[in-house]
């Protein structure tokens, strides 16, 4: 019945470039749930729309495509802005995006491999990375969009892979100093409560660096920074892992560093 009910969810529009771990971990939830192929059919459907509904399908990957025809490597911030404007996710950390990944790599030491997973446009923000060089591996859940990123790759002569995959299913078989989930975690917790404490262990890497919104995508503040906060303390306990925050106004940044 798994099979019938990715048929179904392959049928549409919205979730048919989701890739297949997605698809069939979402018609698993919902078949044992839900009796028949039809219920469950409309409850994969409904939870694909509740977690996913935000992110997949706003993302316009048609104008990302023939944004990438105007791309010049030499000075590649121009379209990499416009597509990070795509998504309010990403065009939100725009105005403080160069001083971002510097920060970082202060915390860190400057990488010699990152991966980054759950990634969105993330990689688009490629040119402020100062990463030429460095190892880069990003994976996420939206096969269009995957296809975009490794044309950027291509485009752009980045040492690394785009793969389709999904965090929840498999943690990517990658070595990396530094693992970014940069506003992944409540995405994830939403799916499977304590999820990121779990993916934290999984990941044996120096540094793992989380963000967190400091309101939501409707432009709420509900005391988001303090309640991600404590979300963090907790993991970074459970993990043996010690803290290093980095706060700006609309993202606070976590480096979780093993101790």
Request: proline content about 5%; some cysteine.
């Amino acid at each position: 019945m798994t099979n019938e009910i990715v048929a179904q969810l392959q049928q549409s529009k919205k979730y048919r470039d989701l890739c297949d771990e997605t698809l069939k971990r979402m018609a698993d939830w919902a078949l044992a749930r839900y009796p028949n192929v039809k219920t469950a059919t409309k409850a994969a459907k409904r939870k694909l729309h509740q977690v996913y509904g935000a992110y997949v399908g706003t993302t316009h990957v048609g104008r990302i495509d023939r944004l990438l025809d105007d791309l010049d490597i030499h000075d590649p911030k121009p379209v990499c802005a416009t597509i990070l404007r795509e998504h309010v996710s990403s065009a939100e950390r725009l105005d403080f995006l160069a001083d971002v990944f510097p920060v970082l790599w202060k915390i860190t030491g400057r990488p010699t491999s990152v991966m980054d997973l759950a990634c969105g446009l993330n990689p688009f923000a490629w040119p402020w990375m100062d990463l030429q060089g460095v190892r880069y591996d990003a994976c996420d859940i939206d096969g269009q969009l995957i296809g975009c990123m490794q044309r950027f790759f291509k485009q752009m002569h980045i040492y690394g892979t785009v793969s389709c995959g999904d965090v929840l299913v498999a943690v990517p078989a990658v070595k990396s100093d530094v693992v970014l989930l940069l506003k992944t975690v409540p995405c994830l917790e939403q799916q499977e409560k304590g999820v990121g404490a779990r993916i934290l262990q999984d990941l044996l890497v120096p540094h793992v660096i989380l963000s967190f919104p400091a309101q939501s995508l409707g432009g709420k503040n509900k005391g988001m920074v303090a309640h991600y906060d404590g979300v963090v303390r907790k993991m970074a306990h459970e993990g043996n892992r010690q803290i290093h925050t980095v706060s700006f106004p609309n993202e606070t940044f976590y480096v979780l560093t093993r101790l």
